[in-house]
């Protein structure tokens, strides 16, 4: 018999957004954890708030839409806010009542600066580095550091002389800027969009673009990203990776080795490693001779499992670049940039947890 099409919709509906999502969703698993989280930070989120005024959108569903945004690669936090409306599956993540409005989008950017000012990104990134470390999935001895490159959302049309000379028309009529025969450097131009970010080329050949720096440590037993830091691109990796490594010594994590590939191979960040007790498992530069770097260190069978480890770090910079959606940051700024990419960052290792432990569902 065929169906009919019923034109009036029912007046009542008992169907919970629960009943709808399926058991085996791979969203489950990852919303336990991030809920979990989101209750230990409870102190943090009340003193952000004053206690008269106005309800705001709680912190915890700005936070977990930021997460769907990364995990769906959705574009912009306006067409998520239009996807809010519609959406049950995105609506059942946030704990929203299916009649309930979706907020604007607006509330993103109004917060942001809250979010920075009370460190909540950074905040729930270590709670979710907490939950795996409980689910005795971290390794406290090896180590894996590697950077990349962000393009920064400044135009390169942006960059104007710092000594406040006009630039040149064209002659074409159209009034756009001549940048022919004029070179441009971080020491003479700078964008009028986003002053933090410099102008770097990937290697030898590429372009020269607008970016930001980004460090991250992950540790190699399951690829878990440990800390992630967003720098000036000029900032060499090597020094970039120091405050990464001052945090892990303040936690008093111990480290006993550390792979990188060849752009860490410099005397000063050997000797700093070994000042550490920490065993430099970084690729070398054939005819640069290192003290701690030599054949007495390449000779050990570790030194090559960190070296087969240590390109999965890839895998991660991937991801958000792909997935995640910072390969090119919506953002102006180091701090905004730093916020984004920790909950980008935890969104990564919250999808691997997923993995890794289902039975947290």
Known sequence: MRGQIEPQSTLFSYVSAEERIPAEHPLRSIKAHADEILRAMNARFEAMYEDGGRPSIPPERLLKATLL??????????????????????????????????????????????????????????????????????????FTVDGTLIEAWASFKSLKRKDGTPPRSGNDGTGMVDFRGEKRTNASHQSSTDPEAKLMRKGNGQPAKLSFGAQALMENRHGLLIDLRISASTTSEAAAAEPMLDRRRQARQRMRTLGADKGYHSKGFVRLLLRRAIQPHIARIDGRNTPGL??????HAGYGTSQRKRKRIEEIFGWMKSVGGLRRTRFVGIAKTQLAAYLVGAAYNLLRLARLTPAAA
């Open 294 to 299: 030599d054949g007495r260190t390449t000779r």
């Open 69 to 142: 945004i990364a995990l769906h690669s959705i574009r912009s936090d306006r067409l998520f806010c239009e996807m809010l409306g519609y959406n049950i599956l995105y609506r059942w993540f946030l704990d929203m009542d299916l009649e309930e409005a979706a907020f604007d989008h607006s509330t993103f950017s109004k917060n942001r600066a809250r979010l920075i000012e009370h460190e909540i990104a950074k905040g729930f990134f270590a709670g979710v580095i907490a939950r795996a470390r409980d689910a005795h999935l971290l390794s406290d001895e090896h």
